[in-house]
């Protein structure tokens, strides 16, 4: 299984966002710094978590994102099923021997075991070494 550059980037910005104070509000330009990643490209990806109700913003100089609920309420695999678009690991459509075959639901088996593992965290499992972000983001998190 793997997941797409854009479900990377929407982890990494619930995760950066998820790390701060809970009213403190993360630019945009912050987290693309932190991870090296195209502000144009965080862009996209934090307007479509916070139209999933993953994310609030507020506009303005001295704007950003934060949670748009605590963290221990963001599945992990809800987010993951939001950002992919499919989930199909191979084309059994138009495979002659599709009507014959065990390798699609050995899949479909496979991927609902993947999903299940990610069902079972939230964004506030992942974030259990919030100390260890700081240090990796070049010092202390940032307060209110």
Request: charged residues 25%; contains cysteine.
């Given at each position: 299984?793997?997941?797409?550059?854009?479900?990377?980037?929407?982890?990494?910005?619930?995760?950066?966002?998820?790390?701060?104070?809970?009213?403190?509000?993360?630019?945009?330009?912050?987290?693309?710094?932190?991870?090296?990643?195209?502000?144009?490209?965080?862009?996209?990806?934090?307007?479509?978590?916070?139209?999933?109700?993953?994310?609030?913003?507020?506009?303005?100089?001295?704007?950003?994102?934060?949670?748009?609920?605590?963290?221990?309420?963001?599945?992990?695999?809800?987010?993951?099923?939001?950002?992919?678009?499919?989930?199909?690991?191979?084309?059994?459509?138009?495979?002659?021997?599709?009507?014959?075959?065990?390798?699609?639901?050995?899949?479909?088996?496979?991927?609902?075991?993947?999903?299940?593992?990610?069902?079972?965290y939230s964004l506030a499992d992942l974030l259990h070494k919030r100390q260890a972000f700081a240090a990796l983001f070049g010092g202390e998190l940032r307060r209110?």
């Amino acid at each position: 299984m793997r997941l797409t550059r854009y479900t990377d980037y929407a982890m990494r910005v619930l995760l950066y966002v998820g790390a701060q104070d809970e009213e403190r509000l993360s630019p945009i330009s912050e987290i693309s710094r932190a991870y090296g990643i195209s502000q144009n490209h965080l862009m996209k990806v934090v307007n479509d978590l916070v139209n999933a109700g993953y994310l609030e913003s507020v506009r303005g100089r001295f704007g950003g994102v934060r949670l748009a609920r605590p963290a221990a309420e963001i599945n992990v695999g809800a987010v993951v099923r939001h950002t992919e678009e499919g989930f199909d690991l191979v084309d059994c459509g138009s495979c002659i021997i599709a009507p014959a075959c065990g390798l699609t639901s050995a899949l479909a088996e496979a991927l609902a075991a993947f999903m299940k593992v990610l069902d079972g965290y939230s964004l506030a499992d992942l974030l259990h070494k919030r100390q260890a972000f700081a240090a990796l983001f070049g010092g202390e998190l940032r307060r209110k």
